[in-house]
């Protein structure tokens, strides 16, 4: 597997602890796009369904409601575990939550002794409970530690900053970011940091701001946005743990489980496409002028919606965080699971110079 991030030698500076969200956190919490993922998923008695990205438990809540199934929930946020306590006394014994990363859902669930499922649902990138609190450092709009550690572990957003060359900067921000002045930003960020270390959110937004400019009225978003959302995918190291996420799931779906991925951003949503391509054998096809190349192998998937199911009018107009959401899923087939190559996910590739 592609690995994108913890590739460069840098000590972490310490950083305060994160307040665990409160259950009133989670009440406020909406959960993007739940009734079509709840018809995608389509839950059902008996069965166990994984929410990979628990987060404020919308999803968890919403299959145990519908169903009487079991959900075993994953996050890799011990700040989510610890509020969701709550949520597993409510729907006792029918809810196990787990601290790991989804990517290793396989081995996660095969500790508590279970093999297949019925299906699994993911809700890729940062939560809203995440970027409310400002001493997580996800948010420009909030001063708080320039962390971004979904984990609340290893390197943060404040060591890579302080100590990578402007070269590799940039390169983060442009292909995380796709941020087409990422070259200036990253000299702006140098330039600050010569100055004073960068500390704080606030503090990244200002040297950000010296490259483009403070957010005009015009601006449909913050200048800092892409900027925030490159480092955020680099700590994390988000797409290869969605890419992994998504090969787990394929082998511990039985046949006629669903999977059902919800993405927020284009990069996300172009490895779960490129993902079901693949899998459900629709890969493009050569010229007949070529050699006809050996038959793929077959479909791990099949697919009643080729296309994205985006949220409604209504829901989008309610919740921005829906506007730019898009739910792809996929029903398991009985083909064994084969290989995949990284560049089959139309990885990004960060080279270090």
Known sequence: MLRLVNKFSIQPLSMPEAQAPTPRDAQRHVPVMLPEVLRALQPETGGIFVDGTFGAGGYTRGILQSANAQVIAIDRDPSAIAAGQALVKEFAPRLRLVHGAFSSLKE????????KVQGVVLDIGVSSMQLDEAGRGFSFMKDGPLDMRMAQAGKSARDYVNALSAEDLANIVFIFGEEPRSRAI???IVKARSEAPLMTTLDLVRAVERATGPQRATDRTHPATRTFQALRIFVNAELDELAAALLAA????????????????????????????????REPQGSRHQLVAAAPPPATFTQTEKGAVAASE????????????????????????????PEAFGLPRLEKH
């Not at 996660?108 to 093999?115: D, H, I, N, P, S």
């Not at 394929?250 to 949503?269: N, Y």
């Not at 829901?315 to 087939?333: C, D, H, M, P, Q």
């Open 186 to 188: 990253a000299r702006a």
């Open 314 to 341: 209504a829901e989008a107009r309610a919740n921005a965080r829906a506007r730019s959401a898009k739910l792809r899923f996929g029903i398991r087939t009985a083909a064994p699971p084969t290989p995949l190559a």
């Open 250 to 281: 394929e082998e511990v779906l039985e046949e006629g489980g669903r999977l059902v991925i919800v993405t927020f951003h284009s990069l996300e949503d172009r490895i779960v496409k490129r993902f079901f391509t693949a899998r459900a054998g």
């Open 108 to 115: 996660l669930l095969a500790e508590l002794g279970v093999a």
